[in-house]
C-alpha cells in the first residue's frame, strides 16, 4: 500500500505515504469487518477474500502504470553515516528486538487481557461476528473495539493467538516512524529525529504495551497521525483532511481517552481551516472529517446504543471515569496526581519531598487528596520508587527531558513562537485536559501513553537545537539504557530470569505463562481436562466480573469450529441479544451457593478452589 501511494503521490515522503497507507488499512479494517460481521463472514475464508480484494486492487493499480511506461519510485534506504546517528540506531534496533522476542515467546497475559480483550476476540471468533454477545463482563462488548479487532484478524487468519501482541509491536514500530516524521516537520534534523525515536522506543510504558495486547500504544499512533495531518495543514498542504478525520475516528474507535488528546488538536484544526477565510470550504472541510470518523465507527456505537441506550455504552459504567466536577482544584490536583506516576526515583528522600508538596497543595486547596469527584480506582497514597508493574509503570526519564525541553525553548523567542512552539504548546495542553476530563486512578500512567510519544519529536527538535550530535546521541543512549529493566524483567513475561528465580519466557510453556498475572491454574486445568475427556464441547460459564476468562478458551482448545462458549447470565444483553437456545453439556460456575445443585440440568460433577463444575459423566 505504501509503494502504490508513494507512486500515485510522488509529492509525497515516505513517511507521509507509510503514515496515509496505515490509516487507509485501518479503516479498510474496520469496514470489512462490519460488512463480513453482518453475514457471519469473519472466517478464515471470509477474512482472506477481504483482504484478497485490496490487494489486488492495489496490484491493478500498478500493474497499469507499469504498462504506461511510468517510472516505478522504489523507496531508498539509507543508513546512517555519522556515528552518532548509528548509536541511536543500535538503540533503537535492540530495543525492537527484545520486545519482538517477548511478544513472540509471551502469550497475551495481561490481566484485562485474559479478562477481556482476549475474551471478546476468541467470542467474535467463534461467534463469526462482533455482533454484542451475553456476558458478565460488560466491557467485552461496550468498549471501543478497534484493537481488538485487528488482533481478530491475525487470529482467526492464524487460528491461534500467537501473532496476537504483534498488533501493538507493530504499533510501536509505526510510532517510531511518526515520531521521527514528525520531529523532521519541525526543523529536526537526522540525529534530532533518530532522539526522537530513541525517546519512543525506551518509554517504560510503552514497552510494556509493545509486547501486549492492551490498546495504549495504538491508540497513540493514530493520535501520532492526527498530529502529523495537523502539521500538514498548519503548511498548507491540500489533502490532509480526509487523513486527518479518519485518523481521528480510528482513535476513538480504539479507545475512548482519545477524546482527551484529539480535542486540542481539533481546536488547532479548526484555527487553521478558517485561516483561509472561506467559510463554505470550512464547512465543508469540518463536516467532512467529521463524517469520516464517525463513519469508522457506526457499527459500534450503533450496537452499543440499541442496547445501552447509550453511543458509549452503560450510562454508570462510562460516567465512573469522568471527573463529576471540572474546576481549577479538580484539575490542579489531577494535574499533580497524573505527574506524579513520572516522577518515580530511586531516591526514597526524593520521592518523600514531591509526595509532601503534593499533599501541601492539596491542604491550601482545602481538597481531600482522593476525592471522589475526581478519583476512581485505588487510592493515591505517595510517589513511590519505579514501578515495574505493567500497568502501573512510569517514564520519569522522559518526563525529566520534557520538563528540561521546555525550559529550553521559553528564553528563545525563535523557538518559543515557531512551529516546534506551538506543537509543544498544543501537546502539552493534551495533558490538562486529559486531567480535567478523567479521574485519577492508580493504572493511569498508561493511558497517558499518548502524550509522551506526542512529545518525542518536541523533545528531539529541542534538544538538538542545543546540543552537538554526538552529545545528543550519548542522551539517547542514557536513555535506552534507562529502559533495561523494563525490556528484560516484566514481572508476567520477563525476557530474562529475573533475580532470585531461574524462569522467564524462554524457559516456561507458553501455557503456563496465561496465568503469570493471575487465575487460578490448577483448577482452570482440572476443569477443562475433564470436560475435554468427557466429549464435551459446549460449555456454559458463569464467572465474576473480572474474573480471567480467556485462559478457559486456550485450555479448550479454541479456536476450533466444534467449540462453543456462552456465558449464562441475565441482565441487559442476556434479554436483548437474539441468542439461540443454548443447551450446554457443561457449566463452569464461580462463586455459586452449596445449595446450587443443578444449572441447566447438569448435575455437579466436582468443585476445586472457587469453582464448580456441573457436568454428567
Excluded at 113 to 128: C, F, G, P
Excluded at 225 to 231: I, N, P, Q, T
Excluded at 372 to 380: K, L, N, Q
Excluded at 552 to 568: H, K
Aim: hydrophobic content about 50%; aromatic content about 10%; charged content about 15%.
Amino acid at each position: 500500500m505504501t509503494m502504490a501511494m508513494a507512486n500515485a503521490r510522488p509529492g509525497w515522503s515516505w513517511r507521509t505515504c507509510f503514515l496515509r497507507a496505515t490509516i487507509l488499512c485501518a479503516s479498510y479494517t474496520a469496514v470489512a469487518t462490519e460488512l463480513l460481521s453482518l453475514v457471519h463472514g469473519l472466517t478464515q475464508v471470509g477474512l482472506t477474500l477481504g483482504w484478497l480484494l485490496p490487494l489486488l486492487f492495489v496490484g491493478w493499480l500498478w500493474a497499469r502504470e507499469v504498462r504506461r511506461g511510468t517510472n516505478t519510485r522504489w523507496p531508498r534506504i539509507g543508513l546512517p553515516r555519522s556515528t552518532a546517528d548509528r548509536l541511536l540506531l543500535a538503540s533503537l534496533v535492540a530495543i525492537l528486538i527484545a520486545t519482538g522476542l517477548v511478544a513472540w515467546f509471551a502469550p497475551p497475559n495481561t490481566y484485562d487481557s485474559l479478562t477481556y480483550h482476549m475474551s471478546r476476540v476468541a467470542h467474535w471468533a467463534q461467534n463469526r461476528s462482533v455482533a454484542l454477545y451475553p456476558t458478565g463482563i460488560p466491557r467485552q462488548t461496550f468498549m471501543s473495539p478497534g484493537a481488538e479487532v485487528a488482533v481478530l484478524q491475525v487470529y482467526v487468519l492464524g487460528q491461534s493467538d500467537r501473532l496476537a501482541n504483534f498488533i501493538s509491536w507493530f504499533a510501536m514500530v509505526a510510532s517510531l516512524v511518526a515520531v521521527s516524521h514528525i520531529a523532521k516537520r519541525m526543523g529536526a534534523g537526522h540525529t534530532g529525529q533518530w532522539f526522537a525515536a530513541a525517546f519512543s522506543a525506551a518509554l517504560p510504558m510503552g514497552i510494556a504495551q509493545a509486547s501486549s495486547t492492551m490498546t495504549d500504544y495504538v491508540v497513540a499512533y493514530w493520535m501520532l497521525c492526527v498530529a502529523a495531518e495537523s502539521l500538514s495543514l498548519l503548511s498548507r498542504e491540500n489533502g490532509a483532511v480526509p487523513y486527518l478525520g479518519l485518523a481521528a475516528g480510528l482513535a476513538i474507535w480504539t479507545k475512548p481517552t482519545a477524546f482527551a488528546f484529539l480535542l486540542p488538536f481539533a481546536l488547532l484544526d479548526l484555527l487553521l481551516i478558517l485561516r483561509r477565510r472561506e467559510w463554505r470550504r470550512t464547512v465543508g472541510a469540518a463536516a467532512l472529517a467529521a463524517g469520516l470518523a464517525l463513519s469508522v465507527n457506526a457499527g459500534a456505537l450503533a450496537r452499543n446504543l440499541s442496547v445501552y441506550g447509550s453511543p458509549l455504552g452503560p450510562r454508570g459504567q462510562v460516567a465512573g471515569f469522568a471527573n463529576t466536577v471540572i474546576d481549577g482544584r479538580v484539575l490542579i490536583s489531577n494535574v499533580l496526581r497524573n505527574a506524579a506516576f513520572h516522577a518515580a526515583t530511586p531516591w526514597p528522600e526524593l520521592n518523600d519531598w514531591i509526595t509532601r508538596g503534593i499533599i501541601k497543595v492539596h491542604l491550601l486547596m482545602d481538597m481531600n487528596l482522593n476525592d471522589p469527584r475526581a478519583t476512581s480506582h485505588g487510592a493515591f497514597e505517595k510517589v513511590g520508587q519505579p514501578a515495574y508493574d505493567e500497568t502501573r509503570a512510569g517514564n520519569t526519564v522522559q518526563a525529566t527531558l520534557i520538563l528540561l525541553s521546555a525550559v529550553l525553548v521559553m528564553p528563545r523567542s525563535k523557538l518559543r513562537w515557531s512551529k516546534l512552539g506551538l506543537y509543544g504548546l498544543v501537546v502539552a495542553c493534551t495533558f490538562i485536559v486529559y486531567s480535567g476530563l478523567f479521574k485519577w486512578q492508580v493504572w493511569g500512567s498508561r493511558l497517558q501513553l499518548p502524550f509522551f510519544l506526542l512529545m518525542a519529536p518536541f523533545v528531539g527538535a529541542t534538544l538538538e537545537a542545543y546540543l552537538p550530535s554526538l552529545a545528543l546521541a550519548v542522551v539517547g543512549m542514557g536513555v535506552a539504557a534507562a529502559a533495561w529493566p523494563w525490556l528484560t524483567g516484566f514481572p508476567s513475561r520477563p525476557l530474562l530470569p529475573l533475580p532470585g528465580t531461574d524462569w522467564s519466557i524462554l524457559n516456561r510453556p507458553r501455557s503456563t505463562l496465561y496465568f503469570a498475572t493471575g487465575g487460578d491454574e490448577p483448577a482452570y486445568r482440572s476443569m477443562t481436562g475433564e470436560i475435554l475427556s468427557n466429549g464435551c464441547f459446549t460449555v456454559g460459564i458463569m464467572l465474576g466480573g473480572d474474573t480471567a476468562e480467556y485462559p478457559l478458551w486456550v485450555l479448550l482448545g479454541a479456536p476450533r469450529s466444534d467449540l462453543q462458549v456462552e456465558w449464562i447470565v441475565a441482565g441487559e444483553l442476556a434479554t436483548k441479544q437474539l441468542l439461540p437456545e443454548f443447551r450446554p453439556c457443561a457449566v463452569i460456575c464461580e462463586d455459586c451457593p452449596g445449595e446450587t445443585q443443578e444449572i441447566r440440568g447438569l448435575p455437579v460433577h466436582s468443585a476445586i478452589g472457587s469453582f464448580t463444575l456441573y457436568m454428567r459423566s
